[in-house]
Structures are given as C-alpha cells and as structure tokens.
C-alpha cells in the first residue's frame, strides 16, 4: 500500500505542468520566430517544454547541456 501511494505522488508530481510567466512564453516565443519556427511549432513547443520545466532559464540550461529528458524528446518530436 505504501509503495502505490509513493509510485502515485511520483506520477502526479512528475507529470504535473508548470506555469511559466507570461514574459517567459513571450521570451520563448521570439526566440523561437526568429530560429525560423511557424508560430505553430512554437507553441507546440512551448508546451512540451512548459510541463518538464519550471521556466524558460531552467530549459536553456538542460537542452545546452543536452540533458533533454526522453518524455520530452518526443513530445519535441509530435511538433515537427
């Protein structure tokens, strides 16, 4: 019984989306324009990104690092 109860708050905690600041999306947004990605992509983009990371700054960091978590490479993936 203790093990479902871990397993399940390490499923919600895990799964749960983050709300990034609104100047963070903008941020994102434009830097993504101007890499030459359809505001589609971008936003497309933005969400996967939006639930594996508590910001924008946190993302930068891991993806130039090429720490992308494998969730996060394929929901990347369904953008393209």
């Not at 946190?58 to 690092?65: R, T």
């Amino acid at each position: 019984m203790r093990l479902l109860i871990i397993l399940i708050s390490v499923l919600v905690v895990g799964c749960q989306s983050h709300t990034w600041s609104r100047q963070n999306q903008i941020e994102f947004n434009q830097d993504c324009v101007q890499a030459d990605k359809s505001v589609e992509t971008c936003e497309c983009l933005l969400n996967c990104l939006m639930i594996e990371y508590a910001d924008y700054d946190i993302a930068i960091k891991d993806i130039q690092s090429q720490a992308v978590p494998e969730q996060l490479s394929v929901c990347v993936e369904q953008c393209k």
